[in-house]
């Protein structure tokens, strides 16, 4: 079933071609009808090679994320210096 999502500025079609925005949607599309996370908290593992995200208590999009959430998202963010072993 197609996502109901904002009109796109160029169509996608069938045979896999993505739509395309060539600017941010003037409406929104609200996909679920309330938080996924009902007070749940979450946990994940992740690897990266840049510099890791500040820590939630000092991370606005963290923090608007858990909210949007409804659930506490616990991240735990592996550094991997690309040096080898």
Do not use: C, H
Request: aromatic residues 6%; proline residues 8%; charged residues 25%.
């Amino acid at each position: 079933m197609p996502a109901n999502v904002a009109p796109a500025d160029l169509a996608g079609n069938a045979q896999g071609l993505d739509a395309a925005y060539l600017r941010y949607p003037k409406k929104l599309v609200r996909s679920v009808p309330k938080p996924p996370g009902e007070g749940e908290s979450i946990s994940a593992l992740t690897e990266t090679f840049t510099t890791p995200a500040l820590a939630m208590d000092r991370n606005r999009y963290w923090k608007e994320l858990n909210e949007r959430l409804g659930s506490e998202l616990k991240m735990n963010i592996v550094v991997d210096s690309g040096a080898d072993a």
